[in-house]
């Protein structure tokens, strides 16, 4: 059973320039949430996918963008990268409906930004 | 709103000696709290979670938490640290039902040979 995977795994960019980030859940998991992890940091809540829709938004500009595709796999994209953007990026996936409150997390996307 | 305080960054114990985090939260609705685990380079593992059953939560590797309402607690605890345990330890609350975690800042755990 495959669980949570990201790509890609690492990566670089330079500011004012735009990025795409991908994921799949867990198989039999239908809401994809990511977060931003700075370096030394906690993970950021950005934001929650389930039924193709954001459904839930943490504090972030609407430079970030995302969106969840029909098999459930979702994309998180940031335009106008800033060196501030520079973090791991984590995608977690989850079932609404087994209520039992637990994500699992890919290893996530490391972002550089110059 | 929900917060989570975990008080110590950095943690050193020696191997052999009792593993203890903490975290405290703050949820205007009776919380789910996890412990994740993250070594380097890797994402989040989870180590334990509450979600309103018994108070006492027994998880992998040997770490289990108290759930204290009254402390608005829910420290992580091992009796006997082992040199693998050494990495990164976030406490999370999340309100019933949403998945939306708020994490901790961490709490870095060295184990002194």
């Known amino acids: 059973d495959a669980g949570v995977t990201q790509s890609p795994t690492h990566l670089i960019k330079t500011r004012g320039q735009q990025v795409t980030l991908r994921c799949s859940p867990k198989s039999g998991h239908d809401t994809v949430s990511w977060y931003q992890q700075a370096l030394g940091q906690g993970p950021q809540f950005i934001f929650q996918?389930?039924?193709?829709?954001?459904?839930q938004r943490g504090n972030f500009p609407d430079r970030f963008s995302g969106h969840q595709f029909p098999n459930y796999s979702s994309e998180l994209n940031v335009n106008a990268l800033l060196l501030g953007d520079s973090a791991l990026y984590l995608c977690a996936s989850s079932s609404l409906g087994r209520r039992d409150g637990e994500l699992f997390f890919g290893e996530g996307s490391r972002l550089t930004v110059l | 709103a929900q917060s989570v305080t975990q008080l110590g960054s950095h943690v050193s114990v020696s191997e052999g000696a009792l593993v203890l985090l903490r975290c405290n939260y703050s949820s205007s609705v009776p919380p789910y709290l996890f412990w994740y685990v993250q070594y380097p380079n890797q994402g989040l593992q989870l180590l334990l979670k509450y979600t309103s059953a018994a108070t006492l939560v027994k998880g992998i590797n040997g770490f289990e938490a108290e759930f204290k309402k009254s402390e608005t607690s829910f420290h992580l605890t091992k009796p006997s640290a082992h040199m693998s345990d050494a990495a990164e330890y976030f406490c999370a609350v999340s309100e019933p039902g949403t998945y939306k975690y708020i994490f901790g800042t961490g709490t870095r755990l060295k184990v002194l040979a």
């Open positions: 996918y389930y039924e193709e829709e954001e459904r």
